[in-house]
């Protein structure tokens, strides 16, 4: 039995190894490879275009004999290989030998500069670009596969394969005609899609910093712009996303046109030019205004040149002018801008201004690069100097790699967004200063109004204040003579905010001072005009003074304020100039003998100037009309149509009842809330 066993295993080993055996593969480089051949090498070639016999083209038929045309190499252009400069018709021709078999082959052409049509044994298969009579230069720059065999054949055979080239006369001085790289191919179909593939991947990873900046510049450019649409006063906001949001549409053309050849490239240099001075635009508007360093006088020319710098670029195209020359035009209208935006920053940083160390580095390296760039590109093309090879190195950032212009165009885009975020906190830091400024200055009113008003036997006021912003430029002061009687001031300062909210207190502590000398409207008024001058920094303050004594005499003088309502009719009063205009204006008084029971309304101009949404104003007929209404309800009318400015409202109706004994005065300031004094 052991022995039995022992041949069993035996036999399972062996059958194992046997099975090992037949799994094995074997590899034949002759047999089992794709057959591929690179067409880089020697092609036929011969400039001009070809005689054309009953309709078709002499040499793209087979037999054509080629044998005393020159040899091209198929990996470059024409231009580097003894025909620098030339233009119009060339051809190239080949043979490819198709061997026996039952698979098809095909033709994987490089670009070609800059239209051209393939021809297969004397027929046309395809092409790309714009051929005459259509002379628009449209290159298409992208690998092209056409069919070269269909197979089944027991036998090797020749394909004669041409290629009319047209490079475009204008182009022949400035790009090099015929194939634009190497990379042709013939054979597999299946091997040539691939490869085809791997054309269109590795061009687009070619221009992966392209994509990278255009992504970038655009968020960030949008982002800005919703920043300036919140704040409109911040006009650097409005050119910094003029001026990233234009390069980011610059990348978007320039990738359009390099991958799918849109649009036509006259119009392409139209779109790119104007772009390029909407940049250099935007960058001299945002750093004068950063620096407050105004263009001036130069403005005119700077932008004039910017306007023409665009129909430049396109000189070239009615042969007005070679391509290299509309080139160095638009570069020389552009500059000026661009050199006065750098000269700015120059000189304010030389100057310590801290804005300008902080963004010249970064405008250096991005308008900087460009500008040399562009000379250097133009001076190697007229023959002057030698491009410096480094401004043709790519960083490398696996897998892909980044043109050296786009990485100081990413370091621009993010140290100029640094600095405005740094500048958007600074200014936060100080509207939050400011904001408590105001609140200090309403705080300061709020003391300036008691919480209620001492009674005046004989009157009864009501009095509302209700300031458009934290604090307001209007004022009213209500103080008790001591006998009986009573003065009323109301007033307006021309402006808002903090300026207008401490001439306000200036004003309140000067009326009670000569409200306690027993002065008199018109006396009032002068003494207040004296204290203006110097004081308004070109603006002025509105005033109305009113004396009512116990019998109900009012005595009135006026400076530039609305004329107040008895019973719901205007008084009128001799004009007079606002206060802190002329040094020796004079007020004259007009004297009102009241009957009890008369109503009195003085107000501000920020009840008629109250303002709908359609623009439509409160105006004297809605006021006249409420004339004979309480404070609150007239200031709430007001208020609730639309306010725009300060309300200020002030009634006080005589009764006719005499003071039996003397009040303490009452003074009534700028404040929020209305109020009332009855007898």
């Known amino acids: 039995m052991g022995s039995i066993r022992s041949f069993r295993i035996a036999l399972l080993l062996v059958l194992l190894l046997c099975a090992g055996s037949a799994l094995a593969q074997s590899f034949d480089l002759a047999t089992g490879r794709i057959q591929v051949v690179s067409l880089d090498g020697a092609w036929r070639f011969h400039p001009g275009d070809s005689p054309v016999h009953d309709g078709k083209m002499d040499w793209a038929q087979p037999g054509f004999d080629d044998g005393s045309w020159a040899l091209l190499k198929g990996d470059r252009s024409w231009s580097v290989q003894g025909y620098e400069g030339m233009g119009g018709y060339a051809w190239y ?120 900046y255009s992504i970038a510049s655009g968020l960030i450019g949008l982002a ?89 670029a396109s000189l070239y195209w009615p042969r007005w002018a070679s391509p290299a020359t509309s080139a160095a035009l638009q570069l020389t209208f552009l500059l000026p801008a661009l050199v006065w935006a750098i000269f700015l920053l120059v000189r304010s940083a030389l100057r310590r201004n801290e804005d300008a160390r902080l963004l010249l580095l970064p405008v250096l390296l991005a308008m900087g690069y460009y500008v040399f760039d562009n000379l250097m590109y133009l001076l190697s093309e007229a023959g002057l100097v030698q491009r410096p090879a480094f401004m043709d190195k790519r960083l490398p950032l696996p ?112 009326i009670r001072a000569e409200a306690g000398r027993g002065t ?31 019998g109900g005499v009012l005595t009135l003088a006026n400076a530039g304020h609305l004329s107040p309502y008895r019973n719901g009719s205007e008084i009128e009063l001799p004009g007079a100039l606002p206060l802190g205009l002329v040094h020796d204006a004079v007020y004259d008084e007009a004297t009102i003998q009241l009957e009890p029971g008369d109503r009195l309304m003085f107000l501000s101009d920020g009840v008629v100037e109250a303002q709908s949404r359609s623009g439509e104003l409160f105006g004297f007929e809605r006021t006249r009309a409420l004339a004979m209404r309480g404070a609150e309800e007239i200031a709430r009318a007001a208020q609730d149509f639309g306010q725009e400015d300060d309300i200020t409202v002030v009634t006080a109706e005589f009764s006719g009842a005499s003071c039996e004994e003397e009040s303490s005065p009452a003074v009534v300031g700028a404040g929020s809330a209305g109020h009332s004094a009855t007898a």
């Open 224 to 312: 800005i712009l919703w920043l300036f649409l919140l704040r409109p006063v911040e006009r650097e906001y409005l050119w910094f996303a003029a001026l990233v949001l234009a390069q980011c549409a610059d990348c978007v053309l320039n990738i359009a046109k390099e991958i799918w050849a849109v649009p036509p490239v006259p119009i392409f240099d139209m779109i790119d030019g104007a772009l390029a001075s909407v940049v250099a635009a935007a960058l001299l508007l945002f750093i004068s205004r950063i620096l407050q360093a105004p263009v001036g006088k130069r403005a005119g020319i700077l932008f004039a040149c910017l306007v023409i710098s665009p129909f430049c």
């Open 399 to 510: 897998p892909f790699s980044l043109q050296i212009q786009i990485v100081f165009y990413l370091v621009f885009l993010l140290a100029m967004l640094v600095f405005l975020i740094r500048r958007f906190t600074l200014a936060r830091r100080r509207e939050e200063r400011l904001a408590s400024e105001f609140e200090a200055a309403r705080q300061v009113q709020q003391v300036l109004l008691p919480d209620r008003l001492e009674p005046c036997p004989g009157f009864h006021v009501d009095s509302v204040y209700r300031p458009a912003d934290e604090v307001g430029g209007d004022f009213f002061q209500q103080i008790a003579d001591g006998r009986g009687g009573m003065l009323i001031v109301v007033g307006d300062v021309s402006g808002k905010g903090l300026p207008a909210a401490m001439i306000v207190s200036m004003l309140v502590g000067a």
């Open 520 to 550: 008199g409207p018109a006396a009032l008024l002068q003494s207040l005009n004296v204290r203006m001058r110097g004081r308004t920094h070109g603006g002025f303050v509105t005033c109305l003074a009113a004396h009512l004594d116990s």
């Open 93 to 212: 021709r080949c043979s490819i030998v198709i061997p026996p078999g039952e698979r098809p082959t095909a033709l994987l052409l490089a670009p070609i500069m800059t239209g051209w049509r393939v021809f297969v044994d004397g027929r046309e298969a395809g092409g790309a670009g714009n051929m005459p009579p259509n002379h628009t230069p449209n290159p298409s720059l992208s690998f092209k596969e056409f069919p070269l065999s269909s197979g089944g054949s027991s036998i090797a055979r020749t394909v004669e394969v041409a290629v009319r080239v047209w490079h475009s006369p204008m182009w022949a001085g400035y790009f090099g005609g015929g194939f634009y790289q190497a990379g042709s191919l013939a054979g597999d179909p299946a091997r040539l899609a691939s490869e085809l593939d791997h054309q269109t991947v590795a061009r687009h990873a070619r221009f992966a910093g392209v994509y990278a």
